[in-house]
């Protein structure tokens, strides 16, 4: 009888058997971080292209008299 023990248990399934294979919960947090760096430069160097472009400014190089700025804030104002 103890043969026949032995047959069935060798006979059952896992129950995982079947299923398609997953990586582990290591290699898929790595694979998130990684993403998540990616993902994260990209948006970097797509916020400072956006920034040089958007913020530059036309007069730039030109000589602004201070004291004629603020007295036409002040009477505009």
């Known amino acids: 009888m ?3 023990r032995s047959a069935s248990r060798s006979s059952r399934r896992s129950p995982r058997a079947g299923r398609p294979t997953r990586p582990a919960p290591a290699a898929a947090l ?4 990684k993403l998540g760096f ?3 430069a990209v948006t970097m160097v797509v916020g400072v292209l956006a920034a040089l472009l958007l913020f530059r400014e036309d007069g730039r190089g030109e000589k602004v008299d201070l004291a004629a700025v603020q007295s036409a804030a002040i009477e505009g104002g």
């Not at 790595?30 to 971080?33: A, I, S």
């Open 2 to 4: 103890s043969g026949d």
């Open 30 to 33: 790595t694979e998130g971080f």
């Open 38 to 40: 990616v993902i994260t």
